[in-house]
């Protein structure tokens, strides 16, 4: 037997037949940092399109960490299928780029969203590595404004903001 196969491959997973229009559906992987200084706000209105088109696809939408600026209303708006929305709080910095990290890499995201203050070189490094292997689209969104009280962050756009669901009682 040995001498039939002689030095061809000899992993089976090699034989398959790939079809040429899976080998052509080559996903865009490479991460996109965007500085923001509406706490992500002009930025999810920016890429919301993209994302209806993506939540088509069946696969989650993944975001993680998001600030409340109104996002479930903007997505929804949108056309994005809120039952392909995955929420992730995480309580950390290296929490939040882990599970991103994940995401990207788990095959079942078409798109993962990150809130996150400034990404150093070594993480932004680390994560340009993982983009290789990527099967969704990775979008950081920098804070800039974190140090910033809400109040001031949401009287920038009031289209999106959100009554409070609690009153005082007296």
């Known amino acids: ?49 993209q994302l209806a088109q993506l939540s088509q696809q069946g696969r ?20 994005v299928r809120m039952d392909r929305i995955l929420l992730v709080h995480a309580k950390d910095e290296f929490e939040t780029l882990w599970a991103m990290e994940k995401a990207l890499t788990s095959g079942t995201s078409s798109a993962v969203i990150t809130w996150t203050n400034e990404v150093d070189a070594r993480d932004s490094r680390r994560l340009q590595l993982v983009a ?18 809400d109040s001031t962050i949401n009287t920038q756009d009031e289209d999106f903001k959100q009554g409070s669901l609690f009153a005082a009682v007296h």
């Open 132 to 149: 290789k292997s990527a099967q969704a689209v990775g979008i950081i969104i920098e804070n800039a404004n974190a140090h910033l009280p």
């Open 60 to 79: 989650w939408i993944v975001l993680i960490s998001p600030p409340n600026i109104g996002y479930k209303q903007m997505l929804a708006s949108a056309g």
């Open 1 to 49: 037997m040995n001498k039939l196969l002689g030095v061809s491959p000899r992993h089976p997973g090699l034989w398959q037949d790939i079809p040429a229009q899976a080998m052509s559906k080559k996903v865009n992987t490479d991460i996109e940092t965007m500085v923001s200084h509406t706490q992500g706000r002009t930025e999810l209105k920016q890429i919301s399109g």
